[in-house]
């Protein structure tokens, strides 16, 4: 038997290939490994300074988010949204103050940070997940299928494809895949790929004793949305949110001296006593961008049809938030394809 034969090989250690990972050992399917490019788990969940730089929030309608922390023993807690916001239209205009209706309950955010989500999922399979270890052919060879990678070569039965279908066409598949499937990988925009986030952490909520919320939606200027980022305990506190692209072409330094003085405007003085400053670029991790990004500021669409399908004689199977019918986009839309994933490739090959 080669040393690297798996029965499932898992492509990508993010929110979508760590719930199959999960659903396969709890079936008692234990005999896969995950291959993952980065040096660490979490995907486009990724947090640093407790500021979530990836996925942070999720609604009372994402059931998969949900069931999946109440399983896991995760808490939830909702989004700080008392107080003023404020509402940036135009630069000839004074900002307008705006409060969010009490009744209506705030997102959620996750407690402990995104991160805790993964690390909870990840617990009892460290041992089988391979970081920086890129897959760059997936071939069908007598039966199974062997994915070559910079670490070598593995074989499995079946294989799931957890990463973004657009990054995904950077591997050679053999047999090639069809021009349908190919052209809709290329085409399904991923999400976060063209995001700028910034996150700042403060040791008080300056923003809380001016009956602020912390949230500042800015249609023109440095940034474009910023919310109270404090952690649920509330005794670690900070903003986060999401520049304006316009800055990516500045330097570090300058773009930041932009971004303090828009929010200085806005929030007050004391941003300028900030005890971190972080930014967080999508656009320039190549797990997750490439070249020719390009901003979407409608929905995408995602849940093409095709991702629906197996493939190679249903031993490859693609996942992931862009392939998910259902909240496509989002964590649930990961944690759903990840779960029916898990489910495809437990079924007998024909």
Sequence with gaps: MHKNFSKYIIVGAGLSGLTS?????????????????????????????????????????HHNVLKLLDELGVSKFHQYSKGRSVLVYSTMAPEHYFESDPNTPSAFRIAGSSSELIQKLAYALKDRIHLQTVVSGISEINNTVSVQTD???????????????????????????????????????TWMSNA?????????PFWRDKNLSGTVIGQVGAVTELYDHSNAEENSYALMGFLNEGLRDLNAEDRKKRVLEYLITYLGEEIGAFLTYEEKDWSQDWNTSCESIKSVYMSPSYGNPVFAESYMNNRLVFSGAETSPLYGGYMDGAIYSGLIAAQKVCEKIE
């Design 21 to 61: 990972a999960y659903q396969l050992e709890k079936a008692g399917e234990t005999d896969f490994v995950i291959l993952e490019s980065r040096d660490r788990m979490g995907g486009r969940i990724h947090t640093n300074d407790g500021i979530d730089f990836g996925a942070t929030w999720f609604q009372t309608h």
């Design 151 to 189: 670490k070598g070569v593995f074989t499995a039965e079946k294989v799931i494809v957890t990463i973004p279908p657009k990054i995904a066409t950077r591997i050679e598949f053999k047999p090639a895949l069809s021009e349908v499937l190919t052209r809709a990988m290329d085409s399904t925009h």
């Design 196 to 204: 700028m986030k910034v996150g700042m952490t403060f040791r008080l």
